[in-house]
């Protein structure tokens, strides 16, 4: 149990039993040592490809167009 505490907290998610088994074929003779392991590896990538996708710019187009003409008014630009 001190090695679950030190790697932090889980949660269980359930997967249909035909897919598990089709990932535990395919992991075989790789890096993962668990179906689990490669799940939770998948999933990082596909929320990080998320997260980056559809990551917000701070100012939209027509916001960065006002503020450049308000700086050329003020003679910054």
Not at 3 to 25: D, F, H, M, Q
């Amino acid at each position: 149990m001190e090695e679950k505490a030190r790697r932090g907290k889980y949660t269980t998610v359930s997967i249909p039993v035909t897919l598990y088994e089709r990932i535990k074929r395919m992991i075989e003779g790789t890096g993962f040592t668990s179906v689990s392991q490669f799940v939770t590896y998948v999933l990082r990538e596909v929320v990080a490809s998320y997260e980056k996708e559809h990551q917000e710019e701070p100012f939209t187009e027509e916001e960065k167009k006002e503020i450049l003409e308000k700086l050329r008014r003020l003679g910054y630009i």
